[in-house]
């Protein structure tokens, strides 16, 4: 790795910055306090590097770098600040722990079914050791990959952690590095794959010195909703582009991650060839990638199905969360309409039922919330490509009262219905913690900023999301923690039986037909509804057939196959009626067969 503290093999460190605005960097050795008791100048190499080969340091040695004899700052490609973001760096041996996964391979991306968790809520004390404490109930749930929200350190101890400031550092408040990589050890012990949420188009508003001497990580020429863009396409643009393609290495060599699914990367602006994009896929594919099945997946609102290919394609990623999928299933068990909603209000049915064939539900045509043409065509990308959720933290998060879906949909036979639609299409489903049993627990946004900072960001919410709680009080952040207890309750406990009889159904009956099966065709009756999806394979067909709505419907196309799921008893004698029970989803598999 180019950036950071390296350990070399005669035992002494080498420390290499970039800091082409500074006129001198120094090498501050701390004690276990964080004071400085050593210093020695860096050696300028050119092209604003400064480097260093010290017999001082050692294994986990703290440091900082001063800068121009004035500003003392961590090291941004620290691999550990035990101290926080704004404390000194450690430098970690990365070859120390001892890893029990050599043989470990993550599955084919079309079999995965993903779980999306926030470390610090997802089970008390909040640590990367209390997420392995649950492996467990991850593995008899039925899902394939665990998700964890960012990792990279972010200010203070409370953080969705989409405000990171070094991206290398796990985040301390849940554990040293070591912690981290158990966790992911105990995962791939349990068979389940692990990914990880990284954030390459900004860094957080507090704790991130690299204006003060690399400010050419910036560019004016782009602008996000966090400022002046990331500089992927500018002067110095070599080196920022090698900071974050190193960061996804770095993820996934040194943390043996199966995956990453990379934050709003259309907040990503780089108008040079190639795309960072592009040059990320094709770098991991041709390194980790090439050794082990290695998920590359992406959060874009533009719905840019160029980015997408089938799995492990050379410079494409495999899939991304498909908000059309989730839009049109929330407005039909919801009835919202507001906001982003607004575009699938009005042929909810018809949207759902092309997002579940084609992938995106908006292929060009023009959002009305958007107020632009939105999407690209993408019916020849298979389903693997489209990542489906009835609720995610954004979803959930961005919510004033902070709502989870079971909360939000009045009748249990729609959620019910709803979920078999989700599990068992050929999508790759995401759940997010605590869905699996309806756990009520909201997931407001919270944060733990400096106080001037925090009151900005207090009265920045309370425009954004009038209602949301205060994102700062510790209170907000507590209510969002899981609550195991209620597993013992009876109405959780068959939802919960419910999610893992439809995982089992997925894995005995669909994950088998996968690799086989097309793009998918969708039917809509002019009257009632119910609608139709098929996809069909060499032999086999799965169709879809779904009312998802409070009062009966004419079946929308003939029912064929073996029923391997259906929401409702004595479907056969529905059908014989040629009718849809309120809220059913309908899961069949017809074994075609050649004439002799």
Known sequence: MPFGAELTATGEVR????????????????????????????????????????????????????????????????????????????????????????????????????????????????????????????????????????????????????????????????GRPEELKALIDAAHGQGLAVLLDVVYNHFGPEGNYLHLYAPQFFTEDHHTPWGAAINFDGA???????????????????????????????????????????????????????????????????????????????DRYDAQWNDDLHHSLHVLLTGESQQYYSDFSERPQALLARALAEGFAYQGERSRFAGRARGEPSAQLPASAFIGFLQNHDQVGNRPRGERIAQLVREPAALRAAIALLLLAPHPPLLFMGEEWATPQPFWWFCDYEPQLLERVRAQRAREVPGAPDPGDPATFAAAQLDWSLLREAAHARLLTHYRRLLTIRRRDLVPLLPQLGGGRYTLPAHGSAFAVDWSGSDRTLHLIANLDAAPAPLPAPAAGRVIFATHPGVRASLARNELAPWSVLWLLEQRVEPA
């Open 15 to 174: 420390f290499r910055l970039w800091a082409p605005a500074a006129r001198e960097v120094e090498l501050l050795l701390c004690d276990a306090a964080g004071a400085p008791v050593h210093a020695t100048a860096l050696a300028p190499l050119g092209n604003g590097w400064f480097s260093l080969l010290s017999s001082a340091a050692r294994s986990g040695s703290l440091y900082r770098y001063r800068i121009d004899g004035t500003h003392e700052v961590p090291d941004p490609a620290s691999r550990c600040n035990p101290h926080g973001v704004h404390g000194p760096s450690e430098v970690i041996d990365p070859a120390a722990y001892g890893w029990r996964d050599l043989v470990w391979q993550a599955p084919p991306w079309h079999e995965v079914s993903i779980y999306e968790l926030h470390v610090g809520t997802f089970n008390s004390p909040g640590t990367y050791a209390s997420v392995a404490a649950r492996l467990a109930h991850l593995k008899r749930l039925g899902v394939a990959a665990i998700e964890l929200m960012p990792l990279g350190a972010f200010p203070g101890a409370r953080n969705w952690g989409y405000d990171g400031v070094l991206p290398y550092a796990p985040q301390a408040s849940y």
């Open 236 to 314: 110095g643009s070599r080196t920022v582009r090698d900071f974050f393609i190193h960061n996804a290495l770095y993820w996934l060599e040194e943390y043996h991650l199966d995956g990453l699914r990379l934050d709003a990367v259309d907040a990503i602006c780089d108008d040079s060839v190639p795309h960072i994009l592009t040059e990320l896929a094709q770098t991991v594919r041709a390194g980790p990638g090439a050794r082990r099945r290695t998920y590359l997946t992406l959060e874009n609102l533009r719905n840019s199905a160029a980015l997408l290919g089938p799995e492990n394609a050379p």
